[in-house]
Structure formats: structure tokens, C-alpha cells
């Protein structure tokens, strides 16, 4: 992975990952928040 991912990857990565599906905001926030605390090392 590498450095340069903004919130907005992280989003269509989710979004890719999980297709057709109808998805509360609580998933996806918890989701796109840990995966940029893996590659940055904190909080957006």
C-alpha cells in the first residue's frame, strides 16, 4: 500500500469491496478510519 491515499480511496476501495449493498455510515467511517490509521499511523 502506498502513502498517498486520500480519505476519498479509501472510500471507493470500501465501496469496491463491498458492491451492492445498502450500508449504514457507521461501517463504512469505522472501515475507512482504520485503514488509514494502517497506512498513516493516525486519526483523519
Known amino acids: 500500500m502506498n502513502g498517498n491515499k486520500s480519505i476519498s480511496d479509501f472510500i471507493i ?3 469496491k469491496k ?17 485503514q488509514y490509521l494502517k497506512l498513516y499511523n493516525k486519526k483523519p
Open 13 to 15: 476501495e470500501y465501496f
Open 18 to 34: 463491498y458492491p451492492n449493498q445498502d450500508l449504514p455510515h457507521s461501517p463504512l467511517v469505522d472501515w475507512v478510519e482504520e
